[in-house]
């Protein structure tokens, strides 16, 4: 029975992000008591958003991913182990052995919590409980201890939807996502960083007075600020550091002028598609739980259509080969996760709401931690991967997304104890992040109930 359940879950897997989450949303809605016509529109309706997405995405990795080979090998960068990024690493982990009891019990873990009222955050997504499968299937792999697998993804999942928790309120108040919250994925567990880096900002004068967005360009310099002149001349500047002449950089910045454009549109289909089920989702949850705040969990692709994460995502594709460099002993050549650089740092521009400047410099130390962590996850990840017949052992493999995870790696570790020093000094960073990410959630929500009562006076 169980070997049944798991071929029909991984069969739905199988078709995709594209087909897995209209065939939820649509389910979930009719569920909810949404009408069937307006419930299959609105599954078809994320499903052309996801679609849109995995071409503009697809087309990053196409044409940014060997610009970005063509720049670490003109600047003559020797690094042996190549990132295969999340498209590499979420076949490998749906392949492994706790793949099929991880959907279940992620969302078993947030249900409980939902009625024990320990979480706001209820999770639709539920491709993205491949993050959670994860850290599940490496520590299964690592210890050979099933239970520790199985243990990996309710520790991951009840701090994802923690995270989403707190990360509610600011897709509101910044990204316009009302009723929304990201609670997976390398922009849910790497921004509490950057809520360390802004309280540290804040404290330093004159620097905590540094301030530029896309908007703030745009006054200044006008047109040239513009996402759609940004994307030309970013994507163009990333052809000429490849080595491009100007018939292969020119076309390159304005494909990327393209994803700026067409990626809002892309991302209001979802929202459009998503919005029957949050009204219904809000309506049924008041019903049954009074007031009470709720959020729906949503891929973080959602957050793509800020021209500011965009604009730094491709700012960081340079950036991180640099950063590369710059870790000692780093072994990782950045590669697979590239082009989607901005899903690691889209939160981050929101904690500094929309402040580029603070954006690269938090983002500069959410790009180091990785890779360094990365690097300690290589044969762990090569691990998992010859487990599922991904490769033969030959080539040691690497992960930015999800093996440069810190609740990955110390969850882990804390079985393995390989590197206790290692496992010490991300330990304390995550922790001290976390409990300033709290807080600044408190103070934002505190904020926020303040204006809230000035405008009813």
């Known amino acids: 029975m169980l070997g049944f359940f798991g071929d029909i879950i991984n069969y739905i ?59 670490s ?22 392949a492994s052995n706790i793949a099929t009891v991880a959907i279940p019990i ?49 520790v991951h999942a009840i701090i994802a939807y923690k995270l989403g928790d707190l990360w509610g ?29 802004d309280a540290i900002i804040e404290k330093i004068p004159g620097i905590r007075n540094i301030d530029f967005t896309v908007d703030t360009l745009q006054d200044r310099v006008g047109v040239f600020a513009e996402p ?35 990626m809002p549109k892309i991302v209001k289909c979802i929202m459009d598609g998503l919005l029957p089920l949050t009204e219904q989702a809000k309506k049924l949850l008041t019903k049954h739980f009074g007031n009470s705040e709720f959020y729906i969990g949503m891929d973080p692709a959602v957050l793509l259509g800020d021209p500011q994460v965009v604009t730094i995502g ?28 901005g899903f690691f740092i889209a939160i981050a521009v929101a904690v500094h709401k929309g402040n580029l400047f603070r954006s690269l410099i938090s983002g500069t130390a959410i790009m180091y931690m990785t890779i360094w962590i990365t690097n300690e996850t290589i044969p ?40 206790v020093p290692g496992l010490a000094i991300i330990t304390v960073i995550y922790l001290i992040s976390i409990v300033f990410t709290v807080v600044h959630s408190k103070k934002r929500a505190q904020a926020l109930a303040q204006a809230q009562e000035l405008a009813k006076d």
């Not at 539920?126 to 520790?148: D, E, K, L, R």
């Not at 609740?407 to 393995?416: E, G, L, M, S």
């Open 13 to 71: 897997i199988d078709m995709g992000a594209s087909v897995m989450l209209p065939v939820v949303i649509a389910i979930i809605s009719i569920m909810m008591g949404i009408k069937i016509g307006k419930s299959i529109r609105s599954g078809l309706m994320i499903g052309v958003g996801f679609v849109g997405l995995g071409l503009i995405v697809g087309m990053m990795n196409n044409e940014l991913g060997p610009a970005a080979q063509a720049m």
């Open 169 to 197: 309120p600011l897709m509101d108040d910044y990204f316009e996502l009302d009723g929304l919250t990201v609670p997976h994925g390398t922009s849910a567990y790497m921004a509490p960083i950057a809520c360390l880096i």
């Open 380 to 419: 762990w990840v090569t691990a998992l991967a010859q487990s599922t017949g991904a490769t033969d052992g030959g080539n040691m493999l690497a992960a930015m997304d999800q093996g440069g995870s810190p609740i990955t790696y110390i969850f882990t570790q804390a079985f393995t104890m390989q590197n």
């Open 314 to 341: 491709l700012i960081f594709i340079p950036l991180t080969l640099l950063i590369a460099i710059l870790v000692p002993g780093n072994r990782v050549l950045p590669f697979g996760d590239l082009a989607t650089i």
């Open 73 to 94: 090998e003109r600047f003559g960068l020797t690094l042996s182990v190549v990132d295969i990024g999340w498209p590499g690493a979420s076949p490998m982990t749906w």
């Open 106 to 154: 992620a969302i078993a873990v947030n249900v409980v919590m939902l009625l024990l009222k320990l979480t706001k955050t209820v999770n639709i997504d539920v491709w993205n409980i491949w993050h959670m499968t994860f850290t599940g299937a490496i520590a299964y792999v690592v210890t050979g201890q099933f239970w520790i697998g199985i243990a990996g993804v309710i």
């Open 228 to 262: 759609i002149v940004i994307g030309g001349l970013l994507g163009a500047g990333i052809g000429f550091l490849a080595g491009y002449d100007a018939q292969a950089a020119l076309p390159l910045g304005v494909k990327m002028s393209a994803v700026m454009v067409l």
